[in-house]
């Protein structure tokens, strides 16, 4: 009897681009957004408005990708140093390796004779893959990616942020507070069913968490501006 060979794809192997697109254009909308209905809200001119909002895009994008890059490094880091460790007592206390990987298949509700022969068959095969994965947790997946991370952030941020920037050219200054508002609603809203949709998730949890702080923060801005602004 032959069987076909059934490859489901899972959606946690976008996890790791998938965290830093979210954050990035999430936090490129709001804070922009937020940014320029204060200013606006401070009877700014058109010109500032513009400039503050291409400054924010700029300083955001590259802030992101500076800081995704930095700490996604400092994890890239972290599981070299492990890995190290790992090929060390490898080489130098291989029965003890062998011993602990054992005992993680008999916790895992294996037999200790059949724990023993997976773990002697996947030492033979890649003792530092099956340690890796088996003891401390590290796989393709969950690898930790800094330039993958840094450039997804920044573009994720840059998107984001280019639509607040663009109502400024769209709409007239007499109502331009309402309509920037209104315009990072409809893309926050948008935002929340890409990344339900793109991670498996329900959509109205994620609509609803990042309208509300996005409107808690156009809110808070928009008040700052009108008590400070000239």
């Known amino acids: 009897m032959s069987y076909s060979i059934h490859d489901e794809p899972h959606l946690s192997n976008r ?11 999430n936090d490129g909308l709001i804070s922009t957004a937020s940014l320029l209905v204060g200013v606006a809200a401070a009877n700014a001119s ?16 590259l802030s ?17 140093a492990d890995l190290k460790k790992e090929l060390y007592e490898l080489a130098h206390n291989p029965e003890r390796e062998l ?48 330039l993958q991370a840094s450039i997804a952030s920044a573009l994720a941020f840059s998107t984001g942020a280019i ?29 929340g069913m890409v990344s339900a949709r793109l991670g498996g998730a329900p959509t109205l949890p994620a609509v609803t968490r990042v309208v509300v702080w996005g409107v808690l923060a156009m809110v808070a801005t928009s008040l700052i501006g009108r008590l400070l602004g000239v």
Request: hydrophobic share 50%.
């Open 15 to 25: 996890s790791q681009w998938l965290r830093a697109a979210v954050l990035g254009a």
């Open 163 to 191: 639509f607040p920037v663009i109502g400024i050219l769209v709409f007239p200054a007499q109502i331009l507070v309402w309509s920037l508002a209104a315009l990072t609603i409809v893309g926050l809203v948008l935002l």
């Open 99 to 146: 011993v602990e990987l054992t005992t993680i298949y008999k916790q895992r509700g294996l037999d200790q004779d059949l724990a023993h022969q997976v773990a002697v068959a996947l030492t033979e095969h890649d003792a530092l893959e099956a340690h890796a994965r088996d003891e401390i947790g590290l796989t393709e997946i969950s690898q930790a990616k800094p």
């Open 64 to 80: 992101m990708a500076a800081g995704e890059y930095i700490s996604v490094s400092s994890q890239a880091d972290t599981e070299k």
């Open 46 to 61: 058109s010109q500032t408005l513009l400039l503050t909002g291409l400054a924010s895009l700029t300083a955001g994008a």
